[in-house]
């Protein structure tokens, strides 16, 4: 069954899924305990990660090697970058504020690499459980800031684009970039490539460190095997094979980057390059976190994250103290009626 353990705990309670904590072929993919602890409950592993998501930067090659642009490497550069499209009568991004996860996807990007290097690992459980405010972590007020960058020249219809109208606008060149996530690869690919359409992926800077951003993954693709099955044997030896000699013809197919960041020449560029960058060790993993924000929380972030977009974009911007101030009351109502 695929799907993450940690949202199955009665599979895992009643026996339904087996302990590969000591399984070898998963010892010898090379990944770090977070990427495992994306696929653990209670201290165990159960599921074989194949591969992952991740989000950021996608951005339209032909613009950026009409204009003369370099990926940037440092917040400066990035607004640079930003300011010189404006100049030149191109809008710098596609805005996608009509789905809810945007204002998530934009300040995790901060939130999650300043929070693993200031150890609050626990911040999302602090948050739910009320033992931390959202103004503890002066990072959200950072990630607001980084984002700001990124609204500076919004477009009109920033409000009103959905993922599937922002990845139209985008392949038709209507802006240089979009922030979005790998799952839109194999659309994006699909819709541009009877137009010769051509894009990658960097992660976009957050302060003037070079390379200071840190992309954030996730394991998607993963796979829990009952002990109880008759075919256990079988089935566990394809899952071993399907991240082994198996694994680059599934990314091939797939255009989805492996967990383990091992990459092929005969990958889209886009993906090998968010492979690389797995490979590299320049990421940070939600596995990181001693918990995930649940979806009560997360769709109170979400909107209340959005409605600060909105204000941005309709050139009324709330304070950051005020956007921060409108999430705790969020959250705070939450706890109280649980």
Known sequence: IMGNPAMYPDLIENGYAMDLSDNEVIRNMGLDQYDLNDV?????????????????IFYNKKIFEEQGIEVPKTRTQFKEVIQKLHDAGIDPFIDVYGEGSTGDLETR?????????AGDLDIFDQWMSG????ADYPYVEEALSVWDDRMLYPRTDAMANNQDKALELFIAGEGAMIFTGNWNIGE?????????????????????TENSGKMGVLVDQC?????????????????????????????????MPLITGESSDKLLPVVQTI???????????????????NTEFTNAWRKAL????????????????????????MFDDIIATN
């Open 223 to 255: 796979f829990m095997v009952n002990p109880n099955a008759d075919a256990l044997d079988e089935s566990l030896g394809f899952l071993e094979y399907w991240v082994t000699d198996g694994a680059l013809t599934w990314s091939e197919g797939t255009l």
């Open 275 to 293: 492979a690389e960058v797995k490979k590299s060790g320049n990421y940070v993993s939600q596995g990181a976190f001693t918990k995930p924000m």
């Open 40 to 56: 653990s409950a209670d201290g165990k592993v159960y599921a074989v990660p194949i591969d992952f998501k991740t989000s950021g």
């Open 131 to 134: 033992k931390a405010g959202v």
């Open 306 to 329: 959005i409605s600060y977009a909105e204000s941005v974009v309709t050139g009324k911007p709330m304070t950051h103290e005020e956007c921060i101030a409108n999430i705790q009351s």
């Open 188 to 208: 994006i690919e699909a819709r541009g490539k009877d137009q010769g359409f051509e894009f990658d992926f960097f992660v976009p800077p957050i302060d003037d």
């Open 109 to 117: 990007s901060t939130i999650w690499p300043r929070a693993i290097a």
